[in-house]
């Protein structure tokens, strides 16, 4: 629903004061509309469009170089008036006659027919060039049956373009209706817009259901389904194109693909994906496609589908520079894609496995095991982790855990796999758990293991001391907390205290010897279950110490210290 | 709500295929995000941004000339990983280095920063600078506790622009924190958007109610308040940032009022319009201010508003050319609006009053009157001639026919005033009721009573079998519409055909005995009241036969003959 508004009478002309106020370096306004602020060149045909407001950037936002000279600007969903259209056909006048392009609507056929006549009694050639690209309402046999939508963009920019180059109203007339002729929109409607003012939606399409075919103002629809995948929309959008196709067979293509408002860039891209897929497999070339918002309908949630099938000429056209507030083409920097880029794409991450040497790839196989014995451990305890987690936090924790230490565990399986030694598949694993996981203690994990198998190495791994004290230092430095801050570095400082000190002295297990340490700090004991329901218990009554976090360290150090003592 | 997605789990990366497939000659894929494809000048400072996806055109849409280098795409509001922004700063580094410039947020900290520490180890200089203009959460005195919102595009922007005028990177790095700590945005919620998969939506503010400060991810708001007028709106926005200026009293700023989502360009424009006077009252003179979707959070419906105060430097890279998917900027075709277009947008649409005979005059004042006095019966029959038009159509017949008749009645009395002949009279008058009533018969009354005026003139008012034709010949040459068609067509013909026959044998009052048989022909008497009645007893029984408008029009013909036969 639109919410922003002060007296809905005064609505449509406030937004053209904020439009132009924005905009004033291009656009100007005139009475009943705006015009470029820099003039046609004398001679040249000029374009006006319009229509109602509310479909921004349609109207006036398609007024700029290379697109419309100027835009009658008409109240909310209403025609612009006859006199309105004529005003601003007679301020952008260069000499060489007017040329009115706009949505084929009742009220705009009327208004722009009358303003035609009253140019032409004033002694300005005038041509009008309805837009009928709705094939949802086409007959085949009678394309002036169709509404006009997007491709109107199109048919502007082509038109201007024409124009811009010099050709006489009665061939850029020709331009437009050739350009009208072959362009193809579809549409459809998850959900209305609200009218400024309005208190009911202009129409509704019932929760999870779409209209296909219906218009920006309510128009009804021909079909109605339930809402499709992204890829089942691109396929209907494309059939339903193709059904009406000018020109059957290969050819190539201007495409829009515009969301009416509340549908958003990123399911636009994600459906036209699959949009140009489909359109290549048909042999359709598609130049220099759109994707965006260039006919709205307020907060309309709808997208719809538009191609131009080209000819050199109009190809040319389309290809032309444009600059108005609402849509711009600059020249592309290259010809097309470099087409390795595809591929890059979908490179994996992952560095190349360096040479190890065997101490260090028997290190690393523990290594994997203790990861993976972690892995269910965390598994088990997720549930239960998210549960102390919600208590201080959002409560994401348990399957932040569980996500980057499936991964982790899967990388260092493949890792060790490959031959990698200890400190590569520490590295690898960090990575991957970083990757998968998400979120802070994701991307501290994913350091800490980064830090460690830097410090290990791939040769034979010594000074186990030093790779802990690079983890945790590591967390330490990129998180930044403190011990007492009620994070997992209460857990880890013990940590990496009583590694060192157990190394020192010489103790045959510094894992466990440390892990107890840290269980300790952690305020949870050696065995899982139980310490999870005291942990709890404890978090309910001091408010999230030991957090959750240190919980995860300490359950995850015990178990590797488990695996690496037991190996 | 998000509709359109196919596999939740692919959302992310579907979206920067269609993206790139889209965008192809100006981006490519990278492991990790995406690069231009038209590589940085050598020896040049790469600018790398990134973050989360669902903010198009953040992340990714920032990225082409004058702008980013290149952008690490994350999950669907996840910030990347190292390894992603490792990745894609090493496919733009030009051999001077990258500054990572992204919004502060936590894992984004993290990762950039650990991405930082990896790059400096794999020799290319790196710096951050985390963007944090979001004054909500600010604490005046530490400004590295606020987040980063829409302004980081102006961030991005200023920096790019520096690196691309040959700065070294810590020049570049000094440029940015300068434009951050320049950097001011404000942002109010609505409603949350629901992510993609997810069954309910992300956060929710209470119908009527908005959050002020509320993040973009749903961070909690700092105050709750009804949603006030586009004017309150624009005044709190203007507050809010200003309390927060970093420089006090007129200065010079780039301004962005940004949509989150489905708060659409009609309502920033009207927003704006009022933003813009209350920063010009404040002292701040606006540099190529931009109204649009920058920043976005799918479709949730928020704004924002973003300022920069810009030194001379700054403002040089502000207006620097910039070109990618999301953003663009061209040289102004003019270095500042036409002072004048203001004025111009607000004068009168009407013609000048040509000089008249007192004859005409005389006319006009019987003709102003006789609309006035239809003006009355349409008043009054106003409720009723909507029942009868919603039977067979949308039931707005009388308002539109009130509203018409209403502002040609002001603009008859208002043209007699000023002298206007009959001509001039009926011209105007139309023109107004078609500006004013707007719809088809709106444009209908208004050509009628125009090509009236024409044949009359303004000198001796002669000939009103003609005027008559004309106005009558208007009308069906614009509706189209053809007897039997049961539409105001059905009363006019006869109207004109007996308004003929009656000057043709002498009648002394053709109007009147046209009007009968325009009234006859509308199957309703001479009495107002029960005529309404039973026709429309008559139309609920056969459909909308007559239908309103030739009641209208036997209505308004038979008040003007009546008026016409008394003068």
Known sequence: MTRLRNDPAEFADQLVDGFVAANATRVRRVPGGVVRV????????????????GHYPAFGGLVGTGMAHGAAMGNVFASPSARQVRSVARAVDNGAGVLFVFGRYAGDVLNFGQAEQRLIADGIPSRTVPVTDDVSVADREDPATRRGLAGGLAVIKLAAAAAEAGLTLEQVASVAERANARTRTIGVAFSGCTLPGASEPLFTVPEGRMAIGMGV???????????????????????????????????????????????????LFVV????????????????EPEVGEFYTSFDMAGLSLSLVWLDEELEGYWRAPADSPGYRKTPSPAASADPAAGEAAHLDLEEAIPAATDASKAAAKRA??????????????????????????????GIGMQRGITAAAAAA?????????????????GDEWADKAGGTSGALWGVALYAAGSAFGDDEPRDAAKAVAAAVDAILGLGGAEVGDKTMVDAL??????????????????????????????????????????????VERSLGT????????????TTVAGVLAAS
Chains 1, 2 share one sequence.
Do not use: C
């Open 413 to 429: 399986a493949r890792a060790v796999d490959e031959g990698a030694g200890l400190g590569t598949t520490l590295r690898i694993a």
């Open 546 to 557: 030991p957090d959750a976090g240190a919980i995860s360290f300490a359950l995850v150090v």
């Open 368 to 397: 994997a095991a203790a990861i993976e014995a972690s892995r269910i451990a965390i598994d088990e305890a997720a549930d239960e982790l998210g549960r102390i987690d919600a208590i201080a936090g959002d409560g994401d924790h």
């Open 272 to 287: 036209y994906r699959e949009v140009a897929r489909l359109l290549a497999e048909a042999g359709i070339e598609l130049v």
């Open 38 to 53: 820099a003039e046609g060149a004398p001679g040249t045909v000029a374009i006006v469009t319009g229509g109602g407001s």
């Open 217 to 267: 103002h309510g128009e009804p629809g021909t079909e109605e389904q339930d809402v499709p995948s992204a890829d089942e929309m691109a396929a209907i959008l494309v059939r339903k194109v193709l059904e009406h196709a000018p020109i059957a067979g290969p050819a190539r293509a201007a495409v829009l693909l515009n969301g009416l408002g509340a549908v958003k860039y990123e399911e």
């Open 493 to 538: 400082v013990p940590y990496r205290t009583a590694f060192a000190d157990a190394v020192a002295s010489g103790d045959a297990d510094p894992w466990t010897t440390a892990a107890r340490a840290a269980d300790a700090a952690a305020k949870a004991t050696a065995d899982l279950k139980p310490r999870m329901g005291r942990a709890r218990t404890h």
